[in-house]
């Protein structure tokens, strides 16, 4: 029930409303593996340069989080520096430098290979497809994409899209994917294109599932506040990922309470800066929000008529 | 269990990418009445003009609408032309004449008053509370309002909302209102302004209701292709008002039921322009869409738990 997980890690400056944070540990695999190792274990397969902190390190391993697969390069860690609206459904990126990540091209350690469940974070889709080739026989396969590969790279992204099961994207990604405007008729014809299933990201919007055999919707958790949205879909998918591994297989009824997870586990992330809210979040506060989402979104109120 | 609605009756053209229709029937009492009708008897409060077509008065008696309120004034109807972005959450009033409408202050006939049910739907503040004071001792009484109100009569407003049980306004709105940039903060401050009921309406992203106890979130139901979103709002409040009616009380079991058959009914009227998907559907249709929602937001899928 191992779940690999490959994509980057930085060190992020973020601005919203509410404050600034300078190189605080981020990045996809960081979010992801944080999310996914309340449910199941993980292992990250990223680099980092020598800048890397030796705390930033130990911050993983405390977690349980397998960083056998963390090279540390000659060079600098990826840095992103980021502002927020103050709707914050809208960024602007004010300097962005790949550093080591440039040249990253990750080679799994064999029982990396022998995996189940494998994650690809949002990079190219030639190393999405490298390292998918290097897996034995894995059970699930999840990928993320960006609006920046499928406008260069959409050949590769198609071929590497026909060996994944599940693919997760944002709203005006998958429009722009499946060259259609709307949402429904996008999602069914990326189906066609591979995955089984296709998570559509909307944000404060919540998430659309779609499946050859049904669609699943959820509103986001409502918040009173919302710190800084960065990490969010990566924590969603952790969250997502790591229900899937816990269960030990993909049905429609995993499916649906694995996006419920992920959702929840989003709306932790973002009650903070960069990766606080799940550095010391317990069991028992994931499922107490967890209950709180089912009440949310439940129109036949199981509870009520329970009583 | 009869139902009163109090509002406008127009005739609209309308312009989408899928084509254009000219003065076609609308306004927000034509699109209450007929979805509310589905779940109970419905008494409409309007006026229209003297060019107002004998068959359109047909078409809401052959549809049991009570139409013994609807005035009939010198002058011309209530019109208006929109026409609506590629972004269909968008869109320009390209012509705008009250006409009767502008002098609207009704009287409700004795039976009226005595009834149980009433819907103000987005006029005045104070023709709203006019109308209420007729009232004599309504079980549940519903409001719409919207920007122009918020910034131009907001002391009216506020009077009003003192007095009514449920309010129903869109995401921007709320936060107008209340004076608030998140949601969740907006629709708690206008829970105390006096309804035991807030509901907000975000277009394609669904409604959030909040009331003391709690929030129900639902997400629209998703279609393949939207026509025309003229009337989408007044067409749920008809069917959430419809479902109430028919429920003889408010708890909250029957308000999230009575939010999912508001979204049914306002998905089927997007279909088509202005009232035509509405005109002839069968409860059996609308039975089908309800149990497609309830699927599609069901996190526990009871469905295959039962199975």
Redesign the interface.
């Known amino acids: 029930m191992s779940i690999v997980v490959v994509g980057s890690i930085g060190y992020d400056t973020v601005e919203t409303q509410h404050g600034r944070i300078a190189d605080a540990l981020g990045g996809s695999a960081s979010f992801f593996s944080v999310a996914a190792r309340f449910f199941a274990p993980v292992s990250m397969v990223a680099v980092v340069g020598e800048d890397f902190k030796s705390d930033d390190v130990k911050f993983f391993t405390d977690r349980n989080v397998d960083i056998r697969g963390l090279v540390h390069e000659k060079g600098e860690t990826f840095r992103w520096h980021g502002r927020y609206h ?1 709707d914050m459904n809208q960024r602007d990126t004010l300097h962005l430098a790949l550093n080591v990540f440039a040249d990253f091209s990750p080679d799994l350690l064999p029982d990396q290979r022998r995996a189940d469940y494998l994650f690809l974070a949002n990079i190219s889709p030639q190393l999405q497809s490298r390292v998918l080739s290097q897996m034995t026989n894995p059970k699930v396969v999840a990928a993320d994409t960006m609006d920046h590969w499928i406008n260069t790279e959409r050949a590769a992204l198609i071929k590497m899209l026909a060996k994944v099961d599940i693919l997760t994207l944002n709203d005006q990604e998958a429009k722009l994917l499946a060259q259609e ?5 996008a999602g069914r014809a990326i189906l066609k294109m591979g995955p089984k299933t296709v998570l559509v990201k ?1 944000g404060e ?2 998430v ?1 599932l779609f499946s050859p055999e ?6 986001a958790y ?5 710190i800084d949205p960065t990490g969010a879909g990566d924590t969603f998918a952790g969250g997502f990922m790591g229900f899937i591994a816990r269960s030990g297989k993909v ?3 995993v499916l ?2 694995a ?2 997870y992920g959702s929840v586990m989003g709306s932790f992330v973002v009650e903070r800066f960069s990766l606080d809210r799940l550095s010391d979040l317990s069991w028992e506060t994931i499922d107490a929000r967890y209950r709180a ?10 509870k ?2 329970s009583q």
């Open positions: 103050e405007h709307n949402l429904v008729k909307r919007y919540g659309l049904s669609m699943f919707a959820v509103p409502p918040l009173e506040e919302v049905s429609e009824p649906r309470k996006v419920v989402f089912v009440e949310l979104t439940d129109s036949q109120h199981t009520w008529n």
